[in-house]
């Protein structure tokens, strides 16, 4: 499976990556060694403690490369105005009165319950391309569509909120 990722999400991948790595894999190791160091294994909850963090650590790794590793690098090529990749869209949807704002993201910093959604999602294929202004038809399935209002498109950057999901 290949990811879409921007340059910021190998960046930031590759930290985590670095910091799993440098710091916390030798204390970890130094845990194991302590806790192996207080004699019998077979009863000793911190060895296999240990251990436990230092696979989940190793994982996590290893996942995190495979992502590098087999990644699609994409960018935004949509105008300033345009919603597209890490913008901010505000827009009204059919029923509410309070306007809803979301951020369409790569599918590993998507999350819809912190308001990140990606292009691939009914909605942000939508919204994509289009400025304020402009009325968007959603197709979600046979049964559900409706139209939204773009009423502002914002360019707030990548922020630090922006976590990656961890799986």
Do not use: W
């Not at 990811?3 to 130094?30: A, C, F, G, W």
């Not at 650590?57 to 949509?78: C, G, H, K, P």
């Not at 505000?90 to 998507?110: H, Q």
Request: charged content about 35%.
């Amino acid at each position: 499976m290949h990811d879409k990722l921007t340059k910021s999400d190998i960046q930031k991948m590759q930290e985590e990556i670095d910091r799993r790595t440098l710091v916390d894999r030798p204390k970890i190791l130094k845990e194991i060694q302590e806790a192996r160091a207080q004699g019998d294994l077979s009863e000793n909850f911190e060895y296999y403690a240990a251990r436990k963090a230092n696979r989940e650590n190793n994982s996590r790794i290893n996942y995190l490369q495979r992502m590098i590793d087999t990644a699609i690098i994409v960018e935004d090529r949509m105008a300033e105005d345009q919603a597209g990749l890490n913008k901010r869209v505000t827009f009204r949807m059919p029923g509410r009165d309070e306007p809803m704002t979301l951020k369409i993201v790569t599918s590993v910093r998507a999350d819809s319950m912190e308001g990140r959604i990606t292009p691939e999602s009914p909605l942000g294929r939508a919204l994509m391309g289009h400025r304020a202004g402009d009325t968007c038809h959603v197709k979600v399935n046979d049964q559900m569509e409706y139209d939204v209002e773009i009423l502002k498109v914002e360019n707030p950057g990548e922020e630090e909120s922006d976590r990656l999901r961890s799986y």
